[in-house]
């Protein structure tokens, strides 16, 4: 069964960095589609970034581009999201999600029903 854990969350100044990382067992990792969600406290859980299960597809939410990098290490089952630039407006707890019926992403990438499996979360918090 697929068990996805996020790490590396945690408590940043506006503008500082961060990269969480989610490790994925039970499942072949490379024939996951994978992406970021984050929901901030009393908001709708929101599309942030995906990743095809080569790495050759990558997309990201208009609110986090040219700040956020999504990659993964196939070798080592991992994928991450390394955040600069980080706003307060990014606090919330992120989310890792797979979806183990295919390794690519299709137009529904940014929708929470394109993904099957979800991780408990890691939270970030930017101070101003």
């Known amino acids: 069964q697929l068990q996805l854990v996020e790490s590396g969350g945690g408590l940043v100044q506006a503008g500082g960095s961060l990269r969480l990382s989610c490790a994925a067992s039970g499942h072949t990792f490379s024939s996951l589609a994978m992406g970021w969600f984050r929901q901030a406290p009393g908001k709708e859980r929101e599309f942030v970034a995906a990743i095809s299960g080569s790495g050759g597809q990558t997309y990201y939410a208009d609110s986090v581009k040219g700040r956020v990098t999504i990659s993964r290490d196939n070798a080592k089952n991992t994928m991450y999201l390394q955040m600069n630039k980080l706003k307060p407006d990014d606090t919330a707890v992120y989310y890792c999600?797979?979806?183990?019926?295919?390794?690519?992403?299709?137009?529904?990438?940014?929708?929470?029903?394109?993904?099957?499996?979800w991780g408990q979360g890691t939270q970030v918090t930017v101070s101003s």
């Open positions: 999600a797979a979806d183990r019926r295919s390794d690519t992403l299709y137009s529904d990438y940014d929708r929470r029903e394109a993904f099957d499996s």
